[in-house]
């Protein structure tokens, strides 16, 4: 009996051990699909990652730069805007200086350009009889020149003992009636002509 049962023992272990080695060899293929399959999906899901971090990225670097050009594109105004006003700023110094140097600058010809406009001036006046204002610092040169021309001109020429206000050059040319009034001041002159004195000042200061 007992030598039946050692072979019964002998023959069942001669059976099974085949099928667990059977099942053991298709879990480990089961299991290295499934790792092979695990590995494909987080090598996916890393691929996935990796390209919305990159189009994270480029969408942040995007708006990066439209920041940063917005605010050169700022700044680049802001400077020409700085810019053009310092160019105003200087063009108008310079004109003021001018126009407060043009008597000493011409020296002699300061008294040739104020007789000229005067005697065109009256010659605009339709009236027998014009009045003159002139700048106090250029009172004595005006009363002068008035005398000269009363005896060329055909028309009575007053010269007020009003005065100009402030530190002005120049005159102004009334009709008998002060109905006409003709500015001959170098303020006036200068404003007139600003147009094209800021263009000179503009080349001299900055060409």
């Known amino acids: 009996m007992v030598e039946v049962k050692n072979d019964i023992g002998t023959g069942v272990e001669g059976i099974v051990e085949p099928i ?39 969408r942040a670097k995007h708006d990066v730069e439209l920041e940063i050009r917005k605010a050169v594109s700022i700044k680049e105004l802001e400077y020409k805007r700085e810019l053009q006003n310092t160019k105003a700023r200087l063009i ?37 009889k014009v ?15 008035v005398e000269k021309l009363r005896g060329s001109l055909e028309k009575e020429i007053q010269l007020s003992e009003d005065v ?9 040319l009334y009709s008998s009636d002060r109905k006409t009034v003709i500015r001959m001041t170098l303020d006036d002159l200068f404003h007139s002509l600003r147009g094209e004195l800021r263009m000179v000042a503009s080349k001299i200061l900055f060409e």
């Open 20 to 58: 667990v080695e059977k099942f053991k060899r298709e879990i480990e293929g089961l299991f290295e699909e499934l790792k092979e399959f695990l590995l494909k999906e987080l090598d996916k899901e890393y691929k996935d990652a990796l390209r919305r971090i990159d189009i994270e990225f480029r």
């Open 92 to 128: 108008e110094e310079l004109l003021e200086e001018a126009k407060r140097e043009l008597p000493d600058l011409i020296g002699e010809k300061y008294a040739f350009l104020i007789e000229n406009l005067l005697r065109n001036s009256i010659s605009l006046i339709a009236d027998k």
């Open 131 to 145: 009045i003159v204002v002139a700048a106090p610092e250029d009172k004595k040169l005006i009363e002068g020149i």
């Open 164 to 172: 100009l206000d402030g530190d002005k050059r120049g005159f102004i």
